[in-house]
């Protein structure tokens, strides 16, 4: 089964600082991974979804998938306060079951 | 249009005592999840269901857990015998056409503590 693993556990930048969050996967013929965010009472919310190798784009969210790598990862331009929240990776290939990581601690710093 | 809600919010229970958990999915979506999220993990699919047929329940506890969706809409999850260890946030999530690529759109989950 597909494992799921990110890095780093907890991350703190400063307010306009771009912030970039990993994550890697073991089997590399997956093509389907989210990027959610999320706050205490909000649930989770998806930032990015990428399908293929290559950079996609979401307002100041930005995933990179290199499955020859075995890595994905998330890009945050500009930061913000109200951005600090748990990141969480998931892999979808599995028939409707996302597997997720254990997912990075943002703090964004004023 | 209205999310995915879930009630209630949060829940504490002695260890051994029943509880419930309600899901309203988005109007339309045909796939409906139940994950189990312990603090500090993420998320693992207990059950889904499409329309009121159980899909995958492999990852769910029989002996003491039970989801039903008897109309193909909302959606229940019951807890019979609590221990401590189902301390968790469960979220209940939906998506349209539950094919590998369709959005899941979560709810705000129900935090339950066992004491």
């Known amino acids: 089964q597909q494992k799921v693993q990110q890095s780093p556990e907890s991350l703190t930048v400063s307010e306009g600082a771009m912030a970039s969050l990993n994550c890697t996967f073991s089997?590399?013929?997956?093509?389907?991974f989210r990027w959610y965010r999320q706050h205490s009472a909000k649930g989770l919310e998806v930032l990015v979804s990428?399908?293929?190798?290559g950079e996609k784009e979401e307002g100041r969210f930005t995933a990179h998938l290199n499955r020859a790598n075995l890595h994905v990862s998330l890009h945050i331009r500009e930061p913000q306060p109200s951005d600090s929240a748990v990141y969480l990776c998931?892999?979808?290939?599995?028939?409707?079951?996302?597997?997720f990581g254990i997912g990075t601690l943002l703090s964004v710093k004023p | 249009e209205a999310g995915v809600t879930q009630s209630p919010r949060y829940a504490v229970l002695q260890e051994g005592q029943a509880v419930s958990f309600w899901c309203d999915p988005i109007?339309?979506?045909?796939?409906l999840y139940w994950y189990q999220q312990p603090r500090d993990q993420g998320p693992q699919l207990l059950v889904y269901?499409?329309?009121?047929?159980?899909?995958?329940n492999s990852q769910l506890p029989s002996d003491r857990f039970s989801a039903v969706r008897p109309k193909g809409t909302n959606s229940t999850l019951k807890i019979q015998s609590a221990k401590q260890g189902d301390t968790a946030t469960y979220l209940c999530?939906?998506?349209?056409?539950?094919?590998?690529?369709?959005?899941?759109?979560f709810g705000p989950g129900t935090r339950l503590t066992v004491l």
């Open positions: 999530a939906s998506s349209d056409r539950g094919y590998n690529y369709a959005e899941q759109f």
């Open positions: 089997d590399g013929t997956s093509n389907n």
């Open positions: 990428i399908f293929s190798d």
């Open positions: 998931a892999e979808g290939s599995s028939g409707n079951k996302l597997i």
């Open positions: 109007s339309g979506h045909d796939t």
């Open positions: 269901f499409r329309d009121e047929a159980v899909i995958d």
